[in-house]
């Protein structure tokens, strides 16, 4: 086998572990239902508001004032669910790294809702980001920019000059920030290294009882982060995390786009530098048990070599899961199999990729093969995901005789 990798309510007080990690005492979680049918046009923020249960402005000035005050909220967006906290507030940007476990060096993306919000929080925009910002915005990319002294935490930007900032395309979303009255730094509403969070439930299991609340807006939208992108002085476009904007439509505003070569690395590959977005340097996404993505340049020897691995790990006493698509999907026996939708459909693949991987958890599974994906469009993102949650592990089938199943597994 050939692999590429390294191996497959109350009130929130917190302490800093002798490790350096940080933990929280039990808080109860609240749990704020929001009708999909919600417009930030029902919302009206002051002590006069009329209130409209059915619009749920209430349950989001709520939120917002637990925010105000310095608290957690998880809330949707058209990606994934986020975990917001005062960006400009240390105590409460710490929150969101004690809830989650999150490495101090990861930075975090603050979130608008205005596009006046970002004179108080970046030192200038140049024109090939304001350009992205109005064929994207409110949208899934989060652009790095010169982070004005002060204007954040440290915590968020990790102790960088740059702060990513993006303005969500979700109208419950928008709405929060405005009823908090500051930006919001949100990553992921998971467990760091965990799948993320397409479900307010997703976010339940993980964090219930390590924040304030949570905001259920139903299922998220594209189902994988934001794109994050820098731009340099001479308008080029460095992808650092492929999300939901393709680097596709990148290219049709900016002159030139590339993929920053740590994306071409496995975690952990080498010594590398603080992270300038999240995403870049840490396994993320995983499954519980092992996990290795299969490919290679004919279809049909992957759905062998998969079928044949299945096969090795049943024998072996694994409980085994197959993460494939329809078209091949019926080749193979495994204790959980999850389908990610047609080939064809990579937006489909993107909504399915997180639930899935949490379904291999749910049922147990002990070793997962996963089949890739051509790097399309937003296949980049899904296969992105794929090799972070498999720790980069790989198996590559050239299709010829030589490829023998390696019965000992990934382990």
């Known amino acids: 086998m050939k692999q590429n990798g390294n191996g497959i309510e109350g009130n929130n007080k917190e302490q800093r572990c002798d490790s350096g990690h940080h933990r929280t005492e039990s808080l109860s979680t609240r749990v704020w239902p929001i009708p999909t049918s919600f417009s930030r046009k029902d919302l009206t923020i002051g002590e006069e508001a009329a209130v409209d249960p059915k619009a749920a402005g209430q349950e989001l000035r709520e939120a917002g004032q637990v925010l105000a005050q310095g608290g957690t909220v998880a809330f949707p967006t058209e990606t994934v669910y986020g975990l917001g906290a005062d960006a400009g507030n240390t105590e409460a940007v710490e929150r969101i790294f004690a809830a989650k476990g999150r490495p101090s060096d990861n930075p975090l993306i603050v979130h608008i809702s205005e596009f006046s919000q970002l004179e108080g929080l970046v030192e200038h925009v140049n024109e090939t980001e304001r350009a992205l910002m109005a064929s994207f915005w409110p949208g899934p990319l989060s652009l790095v920019l010169p982070v004005k ?45 965990r799948p993320s969070p397409t479900l307010a439930s997703h976010v339940l299991e993980d964090l219930a009882g390590a924040i304030d609340g949570v905001l259920d807006g139903g299922p998220a939208g594209v189902g994988v982060e934001s794109t994050v992108v820098q731009v340099g002085e001479d308008g080029a476009v460095t992808v650092l995390r492929p999300g939901g904007v393709t680097a596709e439509q990148l290219a049709a505003v900016a002159a030139s786009v590339r993929l920053d070569p740590a994306l071409l690395r ?22 519980k048990g092992a996990m290795c993505v299969v490919q290679g340049p004919r279809a049909d020897a992957v759905s062998a070599r998969i079928a044949a691995e299945l096969e090795a790990a049943a024998r072996r006493g694994e409980v085994t899961g197959v993460l494939s698509f329809d078209e091949h999907i019926g080749h193979y026996r495994a204790d959980v199999a999850v389908s990610l939708g047609s080939l064809a459909a990579p937006e489909e693949a993107a909504r399915r990729l997180y639930a899935g991987l949490r379904r291999f958890d749910e049922e147990g599974a002990t070793f997962i093969l996963a089949e890739a994906c051509p790097e399309q469009g937003l296949g980049a993102a899904v296969m992105n995901r794929l090799l972070k949650a498999a720790g980069h592990h790989q198996i590559y089938v050239s299709g010829s005789e030589n490829d023998e199943p390696d019965y000992p597994g990934i382990k």
């Open 149 to 193: 002294p002060g204007a954040v935490s440290t915590r968020v930007t990790a102790g960088l000059d740059t702060v990513a900032v993006r303005m969500p395309d979700h109208e419950v979303a928008l709405a929060l920030i405005s009823a908090a009255g500051c930006p919001l730094a949100a990553p992921s509403a998971n467990r760091s290294g």
């Open 266 to 287: 496995a975690a952990g590959e080498a010594e590398s530098p603080a992270p300038r977005s999240p995403g870049m340097k840490y396994t993320h996404y995983a499954p």
